[in-house]
């Protein structure tokens, strides 16, 4: 099932494990195998012996292939952000699988009812009584016998999804509890407005104050006679300091597989920029300035601006398929020379392309499809 293609499948151009890059066409988006390895290796050698389970979240790589290989690396299953996500998932045969948003509305809770049916292990997040509500009543319609396992999604301080802390907690806690085909499992509390401060002691004073709350609604929650097993938080710039956390038992972090430059000025080289998107010289347009094939269809901008891996240049985008390169002196880039580009936010950027194209040294090694490119439901 986890099997990568030798070649990448619906091309209009072959291309083979064991060419260079440089047979690549472009705009491409690749990965430097030794940088991506190191960072596993950083994560997963820090983290583990810290006695906490590593649940990476897939909406970074949108790959199959790469959660097994972060399973094979010591993770416990992955985490999906939506459905859709789930469901090419489990087609492709990774079931452990938390799905970190909420699910809501009858279409999207029909799915998640189908899914369930084949796929018992699914994890799912709720942080209303009508959302709970509509799953148990659903479920129960289905006939399924069995009870989907069920976290509290706890508002830590992002105000995106999540119960309040406290009383409302409580409550939401009690009524699926008292749902027939909801089985309470644990509580999940995402500190996503604090991944990208910038400073190590501010993000762990931040991180920690967070984390209290975190751990301490799982004590109530406990203590007002409820099975808390699992607790699950943490990004990219907190994993390592939730894991350090009494009561923190799984971390769900997912950019430090690639990086991008927002995540490395906030949290510096601890990972590597480990993905580029190669781009093309296609014009020149004076002394010094030249266009790229790579603009906003091929990296992101909601994060700031792409940054070419050749330092000196500057990145400017000139529409949905150009960008410009600009230089102070010198003239040093030509027609069909080929540069890399470090995206500014790393999983809107991957999910703009089907493939991963994985070298080491410049030797393409594996071909890897972008399994969930699109799935945004
Ligand atoms: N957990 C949740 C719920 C998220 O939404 C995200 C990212 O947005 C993550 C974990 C992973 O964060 P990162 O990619 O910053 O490591
Ligand atoms: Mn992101």
Not at 53 to 65: L, M, Q
Request: charged share 25%; glycine share 10%.
């Amino acid at each position: 099932i986890f099997q990568a293609p030798t070649a990448a499948a619906n091309m209009p151009y072959t291309i083979n494990v064991g060419d260079p890059i440089s047979a690549l066409d472009t705009p491409s988006m690749i990965v430097d195998l030794d940088l991506m390895e190191k960072n596993i290796d950083a994560l997963f050698s820090q983290l583990l012996p810290m006695g906490v389970n590593i649940r990476p979240h897939s909406k970074t790589t949108k790959s199959a292939i790469l959660a097994e290989k972060l399973i094979t690396a010591g993770a416990k299953g992955a985490c999906v952000a939506k459905l859709s996500e789930a469901e090419v998932m489990c087609a492709k045969g990774l079931t452990d699988i938390l799905i970190t948003c909420e699910v809501v509305g009858p279409t999207k809770v029909k799915r998640l009812v189908d899914l369930f049916q084949s796929y018992k292990e699914i994890r799912i997040v709720v942080d209303s009584e009508e959302g709970a509500k509509a799953i148990d009543t659903a479920i129960g319609e289905s006939g399924v016998a069995d009870r989907i396992l069920t976290l509290i999604d706890l508002d830590v301080g992002l105000h995106r999804t999540g119960v309040e802390p406290g009383e409302p907690a409580l409550q939401l806690a009690k009524t699926v509890a008292g749902l027939k085909h909801l089985k309470l499992i644990g509580i999940q509390g995402y500190e996503g407005h604090l991944q990208h401060l910038h400073g190590f002691d501010e993000r762990k004073r931040a991180c920690l104050e967070s984390m209290k709350i975190l751990v301490d609604t799982a004590e109530a929650l406990r203590k007002a006679g409820h099975q808390i097993d699992v607790v699950t938080t943490g990004g990219t710039g907190t994993a390592e300091f939730c894991a350090t956390v009494k009561g923190v038992t799984e971390v769900q972090p997912g950019s430090f597989l690639f990086m991008d430059t927002d995540y490395r000025n906030a949290v510096g080289t601890k990972y590597k920029n480990s993905l580029t998107i190669l781009a093309t010289v296609i014009s020149k347009q004076g002394p010094k300035q030249i266009t790229i094939d790579a603009g906003l269809k091929s990296l992101t901008t909601d994060s700031g601006l792409a940054e070419c891996k050749t330092l000196g240049y500057t990145y400017g985008v000139l529409g949905d398929e150009h960008g410009s390169l600009s230089w102070k002196d010198g003239a040093d880039l030509k027609i069909g020379d080929r540069v890399e580009m470090i995206p500014s936010h790393i999983d809107p950027t991957i999910n703009l392309h089907d493939f991963y194209y994985a070298h080491r040294n410049g030797t393409i090694e594996a071909i890897w499809p972008v399994d969930a490119r699109g799935k945004v439901q």
